[in-house]
Antibody
Framework: EVQLVESGGDLVQPGGSLRLSCAAS????????MFWVRQVPGKGLVWVSR????????SYADSVKGRFTISRDNAKNTLYLEMNTLRSEDTGVYYC????????????WGQGTLVTVSS | QSALTQFASVSGSPGQSITISCTGT?????????VSWYQQYPGKAPKLIIY???KRPSGVSHRFSGSKSGNTASLTISGLQAEDEADYYC??????????FGEGTKLTVL
């Protein structure tokens, strides 16, 4: 069974930094692109970042470009999101997600980790 | 990239059919057959119910169906049940960013 478990969410002041992790199990992690999606409580979903299976290609939403860095450690089956210069609008639940097999949609999601940026 | 447009809420009675629309532009919904739909209960992660406009992942009820015309995608739920009460989000590939989600529609089963 595919499992994605996020951690690292916390209350942080504006301008601060945080690193999120997503531990993957139940599948061959190194075979899949991975994604981060954010949801402000009570609001919609926003794609944040993605990384290819080898970790060599990444892309970001404009709102986080230059401040967030996605990475992965295939030996540890773990996805990361390094978040710097945090702003109040970065507040939300951060999900890691994966497409299904032969399914072009996010079929697998973690439970999410809450990041609150506030003074 | 602005979010795809969805009505904030829709309602229906048990047994009825309802349709949720998702309007984008020629740069996203209109250009790609990569529209997906997600169902989300409060406090839970989203669940994929439709991908590639009209395909259902294994295990998703046949009561859910998707379609697209021009820049607008639609999700239809037939034989509405109480358990369908949830938030629904569309998503599309885009020319600019990787993907864009809709604003979300809250479905109330009366």
């Amino acid at each position: 069974e595919v499992q994605l478990v996020e951690s690292g969410g916390d209350l942080v002041q504006p301008g601060g930094s945080l690193r999120l992790s997503c531990a993957a199990s139940g599948f061959t992690f190194s075979n899949y692109w991975m994604f981060w999606v954010r949801q402000v409580p009570g609001k919609g979903l926003v794609w944040v970042s993605r990384i290819d299976n080898a970790g060599s290609r990444t892309s970001y939403a404009d709102s986080v470009k230059g401040r967030f860095t996605i990475s992965r450690d295939n030996a540890k089956n773990t996805l990361y999101l390094e978040m710097n210069t945090l702003r109040s609008e970065d507040t939300g639940v951060y999900y890691c997600a994966r497409y299904g097999d032969y399914v072009t949609g996010f079929q697998h999601w973690g439970q999410g980790t809450l990041v609150t940026v506030s003074s | 990239q602005s979010a795809l447009t969805q009505f904030a809420s829709v309602s229906g009675s048990p047994g009825q059919s309802i349709t949720i629309s998702c309007t984008g532009t020629s740069n996203d919904v209109g250009s790609y057959n990569l529209v997906s739909w997600y169902q989300q209960y409060p406090g839970k992660a989203p669940k994929l119910i439709i991908y590639e406009v009209n395909k259902r992942p294994s295990g998703v009820s046949h009561r859910f169906s998707g379609s697209k015309s021009g820049n607008t995608a639609s999700l239809t739920i037939s034989g509405l049940q109480a358990e369908d009460e949830a938030d629904y989000y569309c998503c599309s590939s885009t020319d600019t960013t990787f993907i864009v989600f809709g604003e979300g529609t809250k479905l109330t089963v009366l």
